[in-house]
């Protein structure tokens, strides 16, 4: 089992540069692929961003190229989303998820990851 924690959300301005984090235990954080999904208030889970076990390769969503990014510390077990440029339509519950396989990157999908966080709010005020 992996056990995802995520921080860092609350009340922030557009203006903000907001970091989320997700702390890891359980399992070799370095086995797993980590990737960021939100959730706005009646609408899906949607995909924000990966990065993979080695932390080379990210993948984005179009909506938040750009002005996210996802990194991540092996040695401290935590994945990492900056937020910046933010827009009222990003207010959300962000989720972080790992996930151990490797093949099909990138991994976009909410069954293509194994274990999940509880989410953090995220409510972006003008």
């Known amino acids: 089992q992996v056990q995802l924690v995520e921080s860092g959300g609350g009340l922030v301005q557009a203006v903000g540069f907001p970091i989320l984090s997700c702390a890891a235990s359980?399992?070799?954080?370095?086995?797993?692929?980590m990737g960021w999904f939100r959730q706005a208030s009646g609408k899906e889970r949607e995909f924000v961003a990966v990065?993979?076990?080695?932390?080379?390769?990210?993948y984005y969503a179009e909506s938040v190229k750009g002005r996210f990014t996802i990194s991540r510390d092996n040695a401290k077990n935590t994945v990492y989303l900056h937020l910046n440029s933010l827009k009222l339509e990003d207010t959300a519950v962000y989720y972080c998820?790992?996930?151990?396989?490797?093949?099909?990157?990138?991994?976009?999908?909410?069954?293509?990851?194994?274990?999940w966080g509880q989410g953090t709010q995220v409510t972006v005020s003008s």
């Open positions: 359980g399992r070799t954080f370095s086995n797993y692929a």
């Open positions: 990065i993979a076990r080695d932390g080379y390769s990210t």
């Open positions: 998820a790992a996930r151990g396989a490797t093949t099909m990157w990138p991994y976009t999908m909410r069954n293509d990851y194994d274990y």
